[in-house]
């Protein structure tokens, strides 16, 4: 099985799958998605198939996948083509020269962002250290050892056989089912091969974002301004050029997810984007452990959406008056919180955390300072001060801005409590996974910021009637 027919099959499979959801494309922001989403999805799910579908003996990993991944495939777009009567084309209005002209310029630039990292992966085996000290060890010792052998605790490893171990021997897999995948496929451990997708991964973003924000009745030129800042993201291309993180997947993931549900508010009879967002949010965990927070915050999200408004506000007031008492507890009682916490199961090892386990520490701020004045965002940040407030009326009026502010306001306290109330602000402080953390949220913010330039004059008449937002 070669690794060209795998990556056939991987686009066939993800784009079957979105377009099964969303109904057969039939504009041009349909295809976006489906080619967008679809990559990303595709990837995805070959990878869950590859680790469903395992064998003993890794080198028949390539006979199983395919086949399952061709035949869901087929089912995929035979579903999509039955509903195809369901997607109702819009006729595009005309656009101005003007704003032709930024559309194209937008793309050729994001286009020469993407043709260096392109080269470096292909150049360069995996450099970062966490990539190949942590995340490429399982499949490269499942692809030389041609036997699939569970990574386990160093505990149980010693008094078993057959198993294997490492210090992140209970990190998520996903990501190594498909570079195994992969390395079957090309019947060789060839790194930049098993790290092109980290390239598919960054275009899929952009053009996924760019059909969302289309779908969401964002002007061409402002969605594809949008994917070009997210092409120009200093730390999003390092994190391509120096493929092996898992952190630019947990953040395609969020801001897919996110903006799968908002077109399903927007189209509450496309049920189709409610079920890709949830399956997208139900992917976070399996990515990396990080995952499972943005899970529950997206899962609280659409909850709360669908509540009335006095539920809601009570919900608020709920979710504040909790963060000040714990604010303040660990402020004014932390020594009986932390004694607390350590009689419990909450903390596995509490003697291996250096001073107490909550408490104030005011270096984690660091992390705020850092995404303002760092290279890694450009002006990201400071453009979230000039335009929040310029376009506050769009928070006013349309429900989908203010859902997306509150999930970014909810993942900003959540990593401010990590970086200032617990041991990890001494990642603030070296910056070495603080970023990675932002990152997780930025393409999130970037969906944000295009929000706030919608087109439609008064959005929440449309969302406020449908069954999506109460």
């Known amino acids: ?43 995805i799910a070959c990878a869950l198939l590859a680790g469903l579908l395992m064998p003993e003996r890794s080198d028949r990993l390539p006979l199983r996948v395919p086949v399952a991944a061709a035949l869901l495939a087929v089912a995929a777009w035979g579903l999509a083509w039955r509903r195809r009567a369901m997607a ?20 050729a630039a994001a286009a020469l962002h993407l043709w260096p990292l392109a080269r470096e992966i292909w150049l360069r085996p995996a450099f970062p250290w966490d990539a190949w000290a942590t995340w490429l060890i399982k499949p490269k010792a499942w692809f030389l050892s041609g036997r699939f052998e569970p990574y386990v605790a160093p505990a149980d490893w010693l008094t078993g056989e057959g198993t294997r171990t490492m210090v992140g021997w209970n990190y998520p897999e996903l990501s190594a089912w498909l570079q195994l995948l992969l390395a079957q496929a090309r019947g060789g451990w060839e790194e930049p091969l098993l790290l092109l997708p980290w390239f598919a991964l960054l275009v899929a973003l952009l053009v996924g974002v760019y059909a969302l924000a289309r779908r969401l009745e964002i002007a061409p030129a402002v969605a594809a301004v949008a994917a070009y800042a997210l092409a120009s993201m200093p730390l999003l291309d390092s994190h391509v050029a120096l493929a092996g993180y898992l952190d630019l997947w947990v953040a395609t993931a969020v801001v897919f997810a996110l903006g799968a549900w908002l077109c399903w508010l927007r189209e509450p009879r496309s049920r ?25 915050l997206l899962a609280g999200l ?31 009682a932390g020594d009986a919180v932390n004694g607390w916490l350590a009689g419990t199961a909450l903390i596995p090892n509490p003697g291996q955390t250096e001073g107490p386990i909550l408490a104030w520490r005011p270096e984690g701020l660091a992390i705020v300072v850092a995404s303002f004045g760092a290279d890694n965002w450009h002006l990201l940040m400071l453009a979230l001060v000039l335009i929040v407030p310029y376009r506050a009326w769009r928070l006013r009026e349309d429900p989908c801005a203010r859902l997306v502010g509150l999930f970014l306001l909810t993942g900003w306290v959540f990593l401010l409590f990590l970086f200032c109330l617990t041991p990890a602000s001494s990642w603030a402080q070296s910056e070495t996974a603080a970023h990675r953390l932002v990152m997780h949220l930025v393409p999130a913010t970037v969906l944000w910021l295009v929000l706030l330039f919608g087109d439609s004059t008064n959005p929440s008449r449309t ?5 999506g937002v109460r």
């Not at 099959?9 to 679809?38: C, E, M, N, S």
């Not at 819009?90 to 194209?104: D, G, M, S």
């Not at 984007?273 to 949010?281: M, R, T």
């Open 463 to 467: 969302a406020g009637e449908s069954d």
């Open 302 to 332: 659409m909850v709360y959406a669908r509540c009335g408004p006095r539920l809601r506000r009570g919900m608020l007031l709920a979710g504040g008056v909790l963060a000040v008492v714990l604010v303040l507890a660990v402020l004014l």
């Open 88 to 107: 109702q084309p819009k006729p595009a209005p005309a656009r101005p020269r003007a704003a032709r002209l930024v559309w194209w310029a937008a793309w």
């Open 1 to 43: 099985m070669s690794y060209a027919l795998i990556a056939a099959v991987i686009v066939l499979l993800g784009t079957g799958l979105v377009a099964a959801a969303i109904g057969w494309p039939r504009d041009r922001t349909a295809w976006g998605l489906v080619a967008g989403l679809g990559l990303f999805a595709g990837m």
């Open 272 to 296: 189709g984007y409610l079920v890709l967002a949830i399956g997208l949010a139900a992917c976070l965990p399996l990515l990396k452990r990080e995952g499972l927070v943005w899970l529950v």
